[in-house]
Each structure stands twice: as C-alpha cells, then as structure tokens.
C-alpha cells in the first residue's frame, strides 16, 4: 500500500522537488541570495513534507485498505467510513453497484428456484406415462420388439432419473437420512431394473456380500450404484460382472468389477470431471459424461471414498469406501 500511495502523489512530490531544485538552482545562480541559508530552508522543507506525507498515509489509506481487504461477498459493513469527497464518491458507487447485485442475484434465484421447481414437477409427471408405457410393454407377445422397447424404454427412465438427482445434489444435505442399509435388497432392485438390458448383451452377475450392510443413505447410493452398473453393462458384452463387499478396518468395501473395455490410463485421473467422456471413443454418442461425475459429487457429502482401477480391453473395478458412524457426527438433518 505504501508503494501504491507514493505513486499515487508521486507528481504532487515532483512537483515539490522540481520547486526546490529550481529555488536553489536560482541562489547559486544569483550570487546576492545566499546559498547556505536556502539550501538549510529546502532541507526543512523536505523534513516536514516526509513527515507530512507519513501523517497523511495512514489517514488517506484507511478506506482504501479496507477496499483492499473487503471480501466480494455483497458486505460493506467491514469498509471503512468515508473522508475526503473522492472517497464518499467511491462509496456510493459501491453501495448502488452493490444493491443493483443483491436486487440481481435475488431475482436470478428466484427464477433458479421456479426452473428447478418446474423441471423437477415436469420429470414427476413424465413418469406417470412411462409408467404406463412399461405395463403397455410387458402385454406384447412378440420378445423381439418386447426386449427392443424395454431397452429404449430403460434409456428413458435413467436419463429422467439422472437429471431428477442432478437437480436435487445442490440441497442433497437437507434430504439425508444416514441408517444401516441393506446392500443385498439395494443392490437385487438395481439389477432387476436392468435385468432385460443384461439378457439382451448377455451380461451375469456374480454377487458376493461379506459385509451385508453399509452406513448411509439409500436413495442416494441407489442413484450411484445404479450409475456404476449401468455404465458395467454399457461397456461390457456377453461377461460377468462381479460385486462383493467385505469389511476393512471396520469399514464396509463395496467393488463393482465389470470385463468391459476398461478404462485407457490416461483418462483415469478425469473421468469424474463433469461432461468427460472419453479421448479414445469420440464415436460414443450416447454418453453425457455426467453419470460418474454425478456420483463423485454425491458421494462427496455421504463421505463415501470411491476408487478405480482399470485397464484397457481387460475391464474396471469400482470401490465404495463407506465411513464409520462416528464419521456422520457433523452432518447436519441426520
């Protein structure tokens, strides 16, 4: 700050120099004005000017300072209060750019919320007709067409239910309900939604429980273990996938392992990143790159730790890393 404010009066301190300089440039010019007494005058000038300058920098630098410091969060109670009229100039524009912002961000939020409030009533009646479509479905007799429309028909339903939890993660914190949840009944409902995709590729599950139960909330980790089988059945052709749990260090270790087309090393560290796809499949049109993003995010305040390890042509190992009770003590709404 002090190097900003010296810059700042530095042509009021020219000025003053350029002044001296000339005053005793005219005495040695001029032989009947003595030199000695001017040059002790300019010295004194030069003394209470320095002094003057250190007085004047705390006085004329405080409001700045607390400019400087002030966190952009629309608060001004912590800018110090106006002195000089630059300064109240400089504080009134503050104070109409920053309730022209709130008034902003107010309405924007409000518009957020309508959106999200729409979105999630639109996708709530969507379902009422899909619903009814799967019943329409399950009445064809021809297994052909059956299987076809019920795999379209799945595409659908997970689509719909990615974009429904999408909008919900921002508030996810107000709607856990951390309890011992079983992971067999979890696990059997999210393969029997896939069930006529997995016959259609052929694909099997080899399901093995050591640990039968996981501490967190089941809606929420229905969501992620459905993205992690969807995207196992996706890559995977006429293969098992195998899913076993089992206790580490008084932890439940959750592993979905698929034989797919795996994983190439150089997407690994990004494949959670929101719309990340793929540098190797371009061609894969289907995907968002949202699922495991999605599910990163999630697990995020349900303090699961996810892990993955792949390799490509042999296929992916996911593991969920569930924590211990005494973890969920700072979650609030449980």
């Known amino acids: 700050m002090i190097k900003n404010y010296l810059i700042e009066r530095r042509s009021w301190i020219l000025l003053f120099l350029v002044i001296q300089a000339l005053i005793l440039f005219v005495s040695f010019l001029d032989t009947a004005i003595p030199f000695l007494p001017l040059l002790y005058i300019v010295f004194l000038s030069m003394l209470v000017v320095s002094l003057f300058l250190i007085f004047r920098y705390q006085k004329e630098t405080r409001f700045y300072q607390s400019l400087a410091e002030w966190e952009n969060n629309l608060d ?16 009134q524009c503050i104070v109409n750019q920053t309730e022209w912002l709130k008034k902003e961000a107010s309405q924007n939020l409000l518009m957020l919320e309508q959106e999200k409030d729409d979105l999630l009533a639109w996708i709530h009646e969507v379902k009422t007709p899909l619903t009814a479509m799967h019943l329409m479905i399950d009445r064809l007799d021809n297994e052909r067409m059956k299987a076809q429309l019920i795999h379209e028909w799945l595409r659908i339903h997970l689509l719909l239910d990615q974009q429904l939890h999408q909008k919900r993660i921002p508030f996810m914190e107000n709607d856990l309900y951390i309890e011992e949840t079983d992971l067999k009944t979890l696990l059997f409902k ?5 069930q ?37 059945v996706k890559y995977s052709e ?12 008084g932890q439940t270790v959750l592993e979905v392992t698929d034989f797919g087309r795996g994983i190439d090393p150089k997407d690994l560290p990004r494949i959670f990143d929101k719309g990340f796809t793929s540098t190797t499949s371009h061609h894969d049109h289907a995907a968002t790159g949202m699922g495991l993003y999605l599910t990163k995010r999630i697990a995020k305040p349900l303090l699961i730790e ?3 390890q792949s390799r490509p042509g042999e296929g992916t190992t996911f593991t969920l890393t569930f924590p211990k ?7 609030a709404g449980m």
């Open 76 to 91: 001004l109670t912590n800018i110090a209060a106006p002195e000089s009229p630059f300064e109240k100039m400089i504080e």
């Open 190 to 194: 999210e393969i029997k939604t896939l």
């Open 196 to 232: 006529s995709w997995c016959m259609q590729k052929g694909i099997g599950f080899d399901v093995e429980l050591d640990a039968a139960a996981a501490l967190t909330d089941a809606k929420w980790l229905a969501f992620i273990i459905r993205q992690l089988l969807t995207n196992a």
């Open 238 to 249: 006429t293969s098992d996938i195998i899913i076993t749990s089992h206790y580490k260090d």
């Open 306 to 308: 996810m892990n993955v």
């Open 325 to 331: 009770k005494n973890d969920f003590v700072h979650i």
